[in-house]
Nanobody
Framework: HVQLVESGGGSVQAGGSLRLSCTGS????????MGWFRQVPGREREGVAT???????TYADSVKGRFTISRDGGKNTVYLQMNRLNVGDTASYYC??????????????????WGQGTQVTVS
């Protein structure tokens, strides 16, 4: 069983920055992909960025060059540094984890655990 605890988020003006954090615990967390999906009301959840235990990273095209995902293996924590935010980034952001040794990349079907979600609002 995997648990994910998120922190960060909030409100910011366009062009600003925010950082999200997520600490995972449970079986094999160190070898599970972790990362972030987001959802706007009325739309499907979409992958934002994920990182494997070995450091392989996948970004959605919409955030490349603006968002940076990183992972502290010792703390089982992933971070999402979000720069140059725009109104299109407004969404609920969910921390995710996948199966051991399987890549999530941006595939919702590969996600096996979800955080509670944190709101990011850009105005």
């Amino acid at each position: 069983h995997v648990q994910l605890v998120e922190s960060g988020g909030g409100s910011v003006q366009a062009g600003g920055s925010l950082r999200l954090s997520c600490t995972g615990s449970g079986d094999g967390i160190a070898v599970r992909d972790m990362g972030w999906f987001r959802q706007v009301p009325g739309r499907e959840r979409e992958g934002v960025a994920t990182i494997s235990g070995g450091g392989s990273i996948t970004y959605a095209d919409s955030v490349k060059g603006r968002f940076t995902i990183s992972r502290d293996g010792g703390k089982n924590t992933v971070y999402l540094q979000m720069n140059r935010l725009n109104v299109g980034d407004t969404a609920s952001y969910y921390c995710v984890a996948g199966k051991p040794y399987r890549r999530v990349e941006l595939s919702k079907s590969e996600v096996t655990a979800w955080g509670q979600g944190t709101q990011v609002t850009v105005s």
